[in-house]
């Protein structure tokens, strides 16, 4: 947590004005975006790490020119990926991955994922070389299925040819981007279907805490088998305590902070699962060993996906009918609006507020918007995970908020405010763009003026929900699960690194073991922290300001 009344000046000068010139009108339905990590056409960054917005409008050029125009050689592997990302609507990521152990060191693999499904690793003696390859391997694949059967009958044969059969075309040869949008709005409808579920078992099986699901965020993991609910959080407050030394107070109980700290819960479960030397554990854990890093990784074909019932706090909420016109006088309030922000208790300030330094409360925190973003780019495993996988992001971010009309903000906060970033990064992380979709709501409307401040986390595997007083940081009384008698919450940090030395011990990890104190485990992290401080460095170079620094007595427990 952060202390309150500190000084955040940063730079706010052509940096903004640059951003805002890239920004977009507000359209009329959700939008859904790629990371384009190279454009043959690109005159900057020799053409690198363009973040380019695909807009959900009427292709103008079809799969089919634009595939001829690859055989013709007028475009190159990526850039036809990219194309065709825009025209059908699918989810493009150039992945940088681990090289084989056979292969040199000096070599440098990528992957191409689209749509979730990791395709053949490309190899180079150079980043450039690397991805070209990738999409090349992509494309090899890919391309079959989206062109037309030829006739296998030679030019020369005699045989005159068999009648034209009339058969009413798919969907997918007439209407491919239709056809794209439908598997997704089908996902969306499952990931829906999941979180309506889950929400009513736990509110069926506790009503008592029913008014406590007003603010609701959960995290579904996608397989091949269909969509789960893994983790589940809801709450609205910062506590009103002192920055513990102990770890025992949970700070920060908004609803999106809450299901991912219930997320990790999950993660840690599964890597025990996965280091227990059980076959049938093994197999049911979502990890799987690389020959060529010592990292886990996630299964290929499972995906992450986030569900949100309100648009999150900070600079997401921008207001629709501002136009981000640098030359306009209303440059001063967009700057304002799109720059970092922080949470006091119920209230958001940006960071350069001057009310906010007014504020006389004992913990600050970072709006959930600028956390959003930086799991987007950190994954959401955090740092103490990061010593046994490699970053999970999220795939997409269902928004199910009906006071909600675009996801304007959301796109320019978690996408455009850190556009350019990935190349600065640590091997494995990366920008991820989620898509960004609205969607119906399927939390309660109940409110109790006696559980306002109150929040339930659940993740998948527990036998109950636990209820914790945002305001106090623990346990309440009547939470159907207790850890004991301090009520310290399953999510505060000192349980999370019990979790984690549990992990340590059964990856033979003596290495971590031997760490004196959480703040040095998660220092240890030594990737993780500098795309952390990376992070950090360009936000505040872009001039949306700085990020606030947690106090070291709140990470000093052992």
């Not at 301090?486 to 031997?514: G, P, W, Y």
Request: net charge positive; with cysteine; charged share 20%.
């Amino acid at each position: 947590m952060f202390p309150a009344g500190g000084s955040f000046q940063s730079s706010r000068g052509a940096c903004f004005a640059q951003n805002l010139r890239k920004n977009w009108p507000a359209t009329s339905g959700p939008t859904e975006s790629y990371e384009r990590r190279y454009n043959s056409n690109s005159p900057s960054k020799g053409g690198f790490d363009r973040q380019v917005k695909s807009r959900a409008a009427k292709p103008t050029v079809s799969p089919k020119e634009l595939i001829d125009r690859y055989r013709e050689g007028s475009v190159n592997a990526l850039s036809l990926l990219h194309q065709l990302a825009q025209v059908l609507q699918f989810h493009l990521e150039i992945k940088e991955t681990a090289v084989p152990g056979d292969i040199p060191a000096l070599y440098f693999a990528f992957s191409v994922v689209i749509d979730g499904v990791k395709y053949k690793t490309g190899m180079g003696t150079n980043k450039k070389e690397a991805r070209h390859q990738a999409g090349e391997l992509a494309l090899e694949e890919l391309l079959p299925t989206l062109e037309p059967e030829k006739s296998v009958l030679p030019e020369t044969s005699d045989v005159p040819p068999l009648l034209p059969v009339k058969e009413q075309p798919s969907i997918s040869d007439v209407h491919p981007c239709r056809a794209m949008r439908e598997r997704k709005n089908f996902a969306n409808l499952q990931i829906l279907h999941a979180v309506r579920d889950r929400l009513s078992k736990l509110m069926n099986s506790h009503p008592e805490f029913s008014s406590c699901a007003d603010t609701t965020a959960a995290f579904i993991l996608q397989t091949s088998g269909g969509c789960e609910v893994v983790a589940f959080g809801t709450g609205n407050f910062i506590t009103k305590e002192k920055p513990s030394s102990c770890g025992r107070i949970v700070h920060d109980s908004h609803a999106v902070v809450t299901a991912r700290r219930s997320l990790m819960r999950f993660l840690y479960r599964h890597l025990l699962m996965f280091f227990s030397k059980r076959d049938n554990l093994t197999e049911k854990s979502i990890f799987q060993q690389n020959s060529s890093s010592s990292l886990l990784s996630v299964k290929s074909g499972i995906t992450l996906h986030l569900y949100v019932n309100q648009l999150p706090k900070g600079a997401a909420q921008i207001p629709s009918k501002l136009r981000l016109n640098p030359l306009s006088i209303s440059a001063w309030q967009v700057n304002n609006e799109i720059s970092l922000h922080v949470s006091v208790q119920s209230k958001v300030f940006s960071v350069f507020s001057s009310a906010f330094d007014q504020s006389v409360s004992k913990v600050v925190s970072m709006s959930t918007t600028d956390k959003l973003t930086q799991w987007q780019v950190l994954g959401y495993q955090g740092a103490l995970l990061s010593h046994f996988i490699e970053p999970i992001y999220v795939q997409s971010i269902l928004i199910g908020d009906s006071g909600c009309s675009d996801t304007r903000g959301m796109e320019i906060s978690m996408s455009q405010r850190v556009e350019g970033i990935t190349f600065q990064l640590p091997k494995f992380y990366c920008m991820m763009r989620p898509h960004i979709m609205l969607v119906s709501s399927v939390a309660t409307n109940n409110t109790d003026s006696g559980q306002i401040t109150y929040g339930i986390n659940w993740t998948e595997g527990d036998s109950s929900l636990e209820v914790v007083d945002g305001l106090d940081g623990k346990t309440i009384q009547q939470s159907p699960f207790k850890s004991g008698p301090t009520l310290a919450s399953r999510l505060c940090k000192a349980a999370m690194l019990h979790r984690f030395r549990l992990v340590a011990i059964e990856a033979q990890r003596q290495d971590l073991l031997n760490t004196s104190s959480y703040r040095e485990a998660k220092r240890m992290a030594k990737p993780y922290q500098e795309a952390k401080s990376m992070l950090k460095a360009y936000l505040s170079q872009q001039g949306f300001g700085n990020w606030l620094v947690k106090l070291p007595i709140s990470d000093n427990f052992k």
